[in-house]
C-alpha cells in the first residue's frame, strides 16, 4: 500500500523526504499519467507519495531586490495571471499551450522542469530567464542555475533529501521574452520543437543581450550560446535575419513517432527566425 | 484510507477514500456521481473535468486527499451560480445537439461551466480555449461551441402528429446524458461484483507456459485466475460466420501486442494490485510480422493454419478491360492504423443466472444480438441463455461491433458464479479491440480527351492483424466501392486482407472506403492536371448519377444525387478557388490551398441480408411503447426511429414510451453499422407503425386517411369513431420488419449488393505553412444527398462528427502498436483543430427508405481526407500519398 504524507509545513515535508523515498507531488499532472501508464502494463506499483499541496506560502510569485521568486506550487495559471513585465512573456506563452485549461490550473512550473522532459514547454523559457532554483534540504538551502539542475534526460541534480522550493529570476533591463511552440494539433499537444527566448535591447535598437534556447533538440534544452553571440551588438530588427544552420551545434534531434531529427533541426531554425523576428 | 471533508456541489460532505486515488475515482466508486466520465485516466480526454475552487480540472489528476477542504462542483450540481448557469447549458446543449453519445458532454459542461462563470459572454475563440481540454469524437465541435454562445436558448416545441419527419426535435435520450444520469458501461454494476482485470501479452508474438497458478493465486489474495482452460464452451470468437480465430484467452500462443492472456478476478484492491511480472507466466518471444510487406514475403511464417500465405481473403471486381487512354494516372498510397478514440473504453459486468446456464451482461456494444450469439458460444449454452442488455453507449464507430469485455465477463462470472465487472484502461482498449485497416494501394486510372474516365485499376493489401475481424468485408466492400462514384465502363479491382502480429483490424466509419477514396481522388485530380480541367469540373462531367449503371452493374433507379451536390457546391468552390488565388499571388510563406472530393457508399451489409425487425404496442392503459433494438450509440436513432414510427401511426411522438435494444425484450434489430439504421430500421419502424395503424383502422372500420387521437385509454379514430382501450380483449401489438434487397456478387464482382446508396462532395480550404509543414484546414463545405433528412440536427451532427474524424485521419491519426497507445501520442482533433463547416442537405428520396430517408453515418467522413490532401496538393503543390501528413512528412517531400 503506497504511503500517503501531506505535510503542512515545509520542514515536515523536508523530514519525510530526507526519511523515506518518496515520490514528491505538486499538481500531480505528470505523476498521475505516468502511474496510468505503468498500471495499464502490469505495474500497479508507486512510491510513497509527498504532497506539498497543503504547505502554505510556496504559490507565491513575488518581486524581490534582485527579480522575482516564484514559489513551487505556482501553477501555469497563476504565472499567466501574474502582473509580470514582458521578459515574462514568453514563460507566459508556453503556460497559455501547455495542455488545457485543467492541467494549466493545476501543473506547476517547478514540477515541469523537476520531470525534465526534452519536451517540457516551460524548460527553454527558464533557461531563457537566466532562472536559477532554490533547493532545500534539512541540510540547508542551495541555489543552482537550471542549466547546473539539469543533468540529462529527465534527471535532475536533487539530491534524494531535497525539494525544490522555488525559482529565481534576475532582473534585466529592456528585455522582452518570448516563445514558440511547434505540435501537430491545436489544444493538448506535446511539442515537436520549441524556442525560447528573452532580449535585451539597448537605446539605439541594438540586441544589448540574447539568450535563446531549443526545447525537444536534444535530452536536454539547450541555450544556443553560438547564436546569442552573433545576435549581440546587432539591429534588433535584424536579429532574425542572423539565425544560421551552424547555431545549432550541440543539439542532437532524434526521430520518434512526432517527427524525424532532419525535421526538428530544420524547424528549429525557423522558429528561431520568428521568435527573433516578433517583437513584444 | 482517511477521512476527507469537502464541499461537493455546494454540500459539505466527507469520504474515506484512499488519499492517492484519483479524486474521479472516489467520486463514482465510493459518492456514487457517476456522472463524472473516466476516459483515460491521464489528463488527456477532460471527460472528468470537474470544478476545484471554481476552476476547472481533471478529476483523474487530482489526488483524493487534495480535495480537503475544496469546494467541487461536478455535472450533478443544481444548486447555486454552477447550478443555475448549468441548467442554462444543459438547455442549449439540448437544442443545439451538442450531446451525442454524452460521454464527453459532463466534462464539457463543467469547463464551458469555468468560464461563463469567469466571463458571461465570451468569443467563439474564448470558448475554444475554454474547452480545449476536452476531447469529443463524435461531434466536430461545432455545435458544442454553437450550444455554449446560445445566451438564451429557446426549448423546440414538440412537432404534432404527422409532423415529426424532418423536424429537428431534441434527441430524446439527451436529458440523461446533460444530467450525468445516463449509465455508460462503467457507471452500473451490483454491489457484490467482483473485479476481472486481464493480464495481456507484451509480446506482438510469443509462445508462453504457465507455471503454479494456484499457488499466486493464493499468494495474490485472488478468486480465480482465468485461462483458457476455464472457457466452457468454444474459446473462438470472430466476425466471419466460419472463422471464429480469435481465442477469448490465448491457449499458449499470442498472435499481437495486447492479446488476452490470463484474467484476474477477485475484489477491486486486489486485481489492482497484481504485478504482471509476479504471475508464473514464462514467455518465448518469436519473430513477429510487422505489416503487410513482412507478412508476405515468401518466407514469413505463417500465423494460422487456415491461412497460406497469411492470405486471409482476396476480394474483386471485373468489369470491361482496363486500358491507357489520353490520360493516365497512377500511383501508390499507404493509411495508417487508425483508432476509434470513443472517449469512453469498454466497460460491464456480467450476472450469471443461479442455474448455470443463464447469462446476463450489461456493457457497451453496438451489436446485441452478436454478442450474445459470440458469448453463448463461448459459454456453451444456447443464445436464448444469454441476455444483453446495452449500457450507453459512449462512442462507438464500429470499434464496438466486436466483442470485447463480453466473453471475458461471462467466463469470469461463470466460473465465480458471482457477478464480474471490468472497465478498461485507456491503453488496454488502445492495444486490444480493433482498428481502421491500414492499406498498401497502387492505383491506375486513364481518361479520354474530354475527362471522360475510361477505366480504373485498384491493388490494396489490408493489414488485418493478428485475426479476421471484419477482414471479409475487405474483399467485397472495398472493390464495389474503389473507383469511385464515376462512370467508368473498365475496371479491375482487388484487394486482399492479410494477417500479421499487429492489432486486429476491423470494422471503423467508413470501411476501406475512405482508403480506397485517398487513392482515387488522387489520381482524378492527376487526370484534371493533365487534361488542364478544373477539379470540380472534371468530377461533375463524371458523377454518377440517376440512370447511370454502377461498378458492380447495378443500375441506379433512384436517390443518386451527387450531381445535385457538386453543384450546390459550385459558388463555393469558386469564391474558394478566388481566394486562395488572391492570397497566394504575393507567394507568402503560409500558401491556401482548395481541394475537392466525392464519395459514394452503400448503406447496410455488403449482399447479405440484413434484417431490422420491430414491435409497437398500444396497450389498455393507452400507453403506446416502440420495442426498438437499434442501439443508438450516439448517431441518434431512437430519436429518429421514434420520428418515423410515429408519423406512420399518426399519433404524436410525445406519447411514445420506448424499450430500447435488450435482447430479451426487443427484436432483432441488426447491427449498428454499415450506415444501415435509419435505412433499415427506420424501414422497419415505419411499417411497425404502419402495421399498427392499419389494424386501428381496421377495428375502428375507418378509412385509409383517419386522423388518430389518443387521450388516456379513449382512442379517437376520424371524427366519428372512439376506440376504448380499456374494452379491449388484449393490448393492439404490431411488428414490422425490413430487409434491403441484395444480390449476391459474381465471380467478377457483379451484382446488387446494396439497396441504396449515399452520395457525397464536399470541398476544403486549407492552409500550409511552407517553412513548417503545417497544415491548417480553414473551412469545408460539405453536400450530401441524404434521401430525407428526418431529423436535420442529428443529420448535420454525424456529418460534423464524420468530418472531424476524417481530418484526423488526414492529418494526425496514427496508431502504432506500443507506442501510441494513449491520448497524447495518439492525436485526435480538439476543438482547435476542427474548422468552420457549412453543409449543404441534398433530400433525393431513396423509395426503399423510410420517407425517403437513407444512411449518413459513414458517408460524411469518406470524402474529407482526399478533399484536404488536394488542398495541400493546390497549395504546395505536392501530392501526399502517405497518410497522416504530419508536418515532418510534408516538410520532407518539399524539400
Ligand atoms: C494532458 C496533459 C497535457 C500536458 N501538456 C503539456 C505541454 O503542452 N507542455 C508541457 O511542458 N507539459 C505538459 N504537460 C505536463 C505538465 O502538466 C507538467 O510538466 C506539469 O507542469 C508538472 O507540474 P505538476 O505540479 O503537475 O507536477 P507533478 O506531477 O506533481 O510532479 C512532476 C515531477 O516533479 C517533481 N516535483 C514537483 N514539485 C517538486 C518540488 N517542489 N521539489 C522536487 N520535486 C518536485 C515530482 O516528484 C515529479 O517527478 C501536460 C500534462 C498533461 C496531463
Ligand atoms: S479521464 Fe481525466 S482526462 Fe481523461
Ligand atoms: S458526444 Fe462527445 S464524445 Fe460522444
Known amino acids: 500500500m503506497t504511503a500517503y504524507h501531506r505535510p503542512t509545513t515545509l520542514q515536515d515535508a523536508l523530514a519525510i523526504r530526507a526519511g523515506a523515498d518518496v515520490a514528491v507531488l505538486a499538481g500531480g499532472t505528470d505523476i498521475f499519467p505516468a502511474r496510468t501508464a505503468r498500471a495499464a502494463w502490469g505495474d500497479p506499483t508507486h512510491k510513497d507519495v509527498l504532497d506539498l499541496s497543503a504547505i502554505p506560502g510556496l504559490r507565491d510569485i513575488d518581486e524581490t531586490a534582485a527579480g522575482w521568486r516564484i514559489g513551487c506550487l505556482a501553477t501555469w495559471s497563476s504565472l499567466m495571471r501574474a502582473k509580470l513585465p514582458p521578459i515574462f512573456d514568453g514563460l507566459k506563452a508556453a503556460a497559455r499551450e501547455v495542455g488545457g485549461m485543467q492541467v494549466q490550473n493545476r501543473g506547476t512550473l517547478v514540477g515541469n522542469l523537476v520531470t525534465a522532459s526534452p519536451a517540457g514547454d516551460g524548460i527553454p523559457n527558464l533557461l531563457a530567464l537566466n532562472a536559477t532554483v532554490e533547493v532545500a534540504s534539512p541540510r540547508g538551502l542551495r541555489v543552482l542555475p537550471v542549466a547546473v539542475f539539469l543533468t540529462g534526460y529527465r534527471a535532475t541534480a536533487l539530491a534524494a533529501d531535497e525539494l525544490a522550493t522555488a525559482l529565481h529570476v534576475p532582473r534585466l533591463e529592456n528585455a522582452q521574452g518570448g516563445f514558440r511552440k511547434l505540435g501537430a494539433r491545436h489544444y493538448l499537444v506535446i511539442s515537436i520543437a520549441m524556442a525560447a527566448g528573452v532580449i535585451a535591447t539597448d537605446a539605439a535598437g541594438r540586441v544589448a543581450e540574447a539568450r535563446i534556447a531549443l526545447g525537444a533538440c536534444s535530452a536536454v534544452a539547450q541555450r544556443l550560446p553560438l547564436l546569442e553571440a552573433a545576435l549581440r551588438g546587432v539591429e534588433r530588427a535584424k536579429a532574425a535575419q542572423l539565425v544560421q544552420p551552424h547555431h545549432l551545434a550541440g543539439l542532437s534531434p532524434i526521430d520518434d513517432i512526432r517527427a524525424t531529427a532532419a525535421y526538428r533541426r530544420d524547424a528549429a531554425l525557423v522558429l528561431l527566425r520568428d521568435l527573433l523576428e516578433a517583437r513584444g | 484510507m482517511i477521512d476527507i471533508a469537502f464541499t461537493l456541489n455546494g454540500a459539505p460532505c466527507t469520504v474515506s477514500a484512499p488519499p492517492f486515488a484519483p479524486l474521479s475515482d472516489t467520486l463514482r466508486e465510493r459518492l456514487g456521481l457517476t456522472g463524472t466520465k473516466e476516459g483515460c485516466n491521464a489528463g488527456d480526454c477532460g471527460a472528468c473535468t470537474v ?78 480555449d475554454a474547452l480545449g481540454g476536452v476531447l469529443c469524437r463524435c461531434t466536430g465541435y461545432a455545435k458544442i461551441l454553437d450550444a455554449v454562445l446560445d445566451a438564451a436558448p429557446q426549448a423546440i416545441a414538440p412537432p404534432r402528429a404527422g409532423e415529426a419527419v424532418g423536424a429537428s426535435i431534441a434527441r430524446l435520450d439527451g436529458v440523461a446524458k446533460l444530467d450525468g444520469t445516463d449509465r455508460f458501461g462503467a457507471d452500473e454494476a451490483p454491489v457484490d461484483a467482483l473485479w476481472l482485470r486481464v493480464v495481456r501479452s507484451p509480446h506482438a508474438s510469443a509462445r508462453f507456459s504457465l507455471g503454479d497458478l494456484e499457488a499466486a493465486r493464493h499468494a495474490l489474495g485472488l478468486e480465480a485466475i482465468l485461462t483458457a482452460a476455464d472457457v466452457p464452451g468454444v474459446n473462438a470468437f470472430g466476425i466471419m460466420p466460419n472463422l471464429k480465430d480469435q481465442p477469448v484467452l490465448a491457449d499458449g500462443l499470442v498472435r499481437f501486442r495486447g492479446e488476452a492472456v490470463l484474467g484476474l478476478v477477485g475484489t477491486r484492491e486486489a486485481v489492482a494490485a497484481v504485478r504482471d511480472a509476479a504471475l508464473p507466466i514464462t514467455w518465448h518471444p518469436l519473430p513477429a510480422l510487422h505489416g503487410t510487406a513482412a507478412a508476405s514475403a515468401e518466407d514469413a511464417p505463417q500465423l494460422h493454419a487456415h491461412a497460406p500465405g497469411n492470405l486471409l481473403i482476396e476480394g474483386g471486381l471485373n468489369r470491361g478491360t482496363p486500358a491507357r487512354d489520353v490520360a493516365n494516372a497512377e500511383g501508390r498510397f499507404t493509411t495508417a492504423f487508425v483508432e476509434h478514440a470513443y472517449i469512453e473504453p469498454e466497460a460491464g459486468y456480467a450476472q450469471p ?55 471475458l465477463l461471462a467466463v469470469a462470472a461463470r466460473k465465480l458464479n458471482r457477478p464480474v465487472r471490468i472497465v478498461y484502461s485507456r491503453a488496454e482498449s488502445m492495444a486490444s479491440t480493433t482498428k481502421r485497416h491500414p492499406a498498401r494501394i497502387t492505383a491506375r486510372m486513364a481518361a479520354d480527351a474530354e475527362g471522360r474516365f475510361t477505366s480504373y485499376e485498384f491493388d490494396a493489401d489490408f493489414n488485418t492483424g493478428a485475426y479476421a475481424s471484419w477482414g471479409a468485408t475487405v474483399a467485397n466492400r472495398v472493390p464495389v466501392h474503389a473507383g469511385g462514384p464515376y462512370r467508368i465502363a473498365n475496371l479491375r479491382n482487388r484487394a486482399r486482407a492479410i494477417y500479421t502480429n499487429d492489432t486486429p483490424a476491423g470494422a471503423f466509419r467508413g470501411f476501406g472506403v475512405p482508403q480506397a477514396a485517398i487513392a482515387t481522388e488522387s489520381l482524378v485530380d492527376d487526370l484534371a492536371e493533365q487534361l488542364g480541367l478544373d477539379r470540380w469540373e472534371i468530377r461533375r462531367r463524371n458523377a454518377i448519377g440517376r440512370g447511370d449503371t454502377t461498378h458492380s452493374g447495378q443500375v441506379l433507379h433512384a436517390s443518386a444525387g451527387l450531381p445535385e451536390c457538386l453543384d450546390a457546391l459550385k459558388p463555393a468552390w469558386d469564391a474558394m478557388l478566388a481566394q486562395v488565388a488572391a492570397h497566394n499571388a504575393g507567394l507568402p510563406r503560409v500558401r491556401l490551398g482548395a481541394g475537392i472530393a466525392c464519395m459514394w457508399y452503400g448503406c447496410g451489409n455488403t449482399s447479405m441480408s440484413n434484417p431490422s425487425r420491430m414491435k409497437l404496442t398500444l396497450a389498455r392503459d393507452g400507453t403506446l411503447t416502440l420495442f426498438n433494438g437499434a442501439v443508438d450509440i450516439g448517431q441518434g436513432s431512437t430519436t429518429v426511429m421514434a420520428q418515423i414510427c410515429a408519423d406512420a401511426l399518426g399519433l404524436p411522438l410525445r406519447q411514445f414510451r420506448f424499450v430500447l435494444g435488450d435482447t430479451s425484450r426487443t427484436y432483432d434489430a441488426g447491427k449498428t453499422s454499415a450506415s444501415r439504421q435509419t435505412f433499415v430500421s427506420g424501414r422497419a419502424a415505419m411499417e411497425t407503425g404502419l402495421a399498427l395503424r392499419r389494424r386501428i383502422l381496421a377495428l375502428a372500420n375507418a378509412g385509409e386517411d383517419a386522423v388518430l387521437a389518443l387521450e388516456g385509454t379513449q382512442l379517437r379514430v376520424g371524427d366519428a369513431r372512439v376506440i376504448d382501450l380499456a374494452a379491449l380483449a388484449e393490448d393492439l401489438e404490431a411488428e414490422g420488419r425490413y430487409d434491403p434487397a441484395t444480390t449476391a456478387l459474381d465471380e467478377n464482382g457483379q451484382g446488387t449488393p446494396y439497396a441504396t446508396y449515399g452520395f457525397a462532395a464536399q470541398i476544403a480550404l486549407v492552409s500550409v505553412d511552407t517553412a513548417l509543414g503545417v497544415t491548417k484546414v480553414r473551412r469545408i463545405v460539405a453536400a450530401q444527398d441524404v434521401g430525407r433528412a428526418v431529423n436535420p440536427t442529428l443529420v448535420l451532427g454525424q456529418i460534423h462528427g464524420g468530418i472531424a474524424q476524417g481530418l484526423g485521419l488526414a492529418l494526425m491519426e496514427e496508431f502504432i502498436p506500443g507506442r501510441t497507445e494513449n491520448l497524447h501520442d495518439y492525436l485526435i482533433p480538439t476543438a482547435g483543430d476542427v474548422p468552420e463547416i457549412d453543409v449543404h442537405l441534398i433530400e433525393d428520396p431513396e423509395p426503399e427508405g423510410p420517407y425517403g430517408a437513407k444512411g449518413v453515418g459513414e458517408p460524411a467522413l469518406v470524402p474529407t481526407a482526399p478533399a484536404i490532401l488536394s488542398a495541400i496538393r493546390h497549395a504546395t503543390g505536392i501530392t501526399m500519398r502517405q497518410v497522416p501528413v504530419l508536418p515532418h512528412r510534408l516538410w520532407e517531400q518539399m524539400q
Open chain 2, 353 to 407: 443466472a443461479p442455474d448455470g446456464i443463464g447469462m446476463e451482461i450489461f456493457a457497451c456494444t453496438q451489436a446485441p444480438y452478436m454478442d450474445r450469439e459470440e458469448t453463448a458460444r463461448v459459454l456453451g449454452v444456447a443464445e436464448d441463455a444469454v441476455r444483453i442488455r446495452p449500457s450507453a453507449c459512449g462512442g462507438g464507430f464500429g470499434g464496438k461491433l466486436d466483442v470485447s469485455v463480453q466473453p
Open chain 2, 51 to 128: 470544478l476545484v475552487d471554481g476552476a476547472q480540472a481533471c478529476a483523474c489528476l487530482i489526488p483524493s486527499a487534495q480535495a480537503q477542504g475544496a469546494q467541487i462542483h461536478t455535472v450533478e450540481a443544481t444548486q447555486g451560480a454552477v447550478g443555475a448557469v448549468l441548467a442554462r447549458l444543459r438547455a442549449a446543449f439540448l437544442v443545439h445537439g451538442a450531446a451525442q453519445c454524452g460521454i464527453c458532454s459532463p466534462g464539457m459542461l463543467m469547463a464551458a461551466v469555468d468560464l461563463l462563470l469567469r466571463d458571461p459572454t465570451p468569443d467563439r475563440a474564448a470558448v475554444r
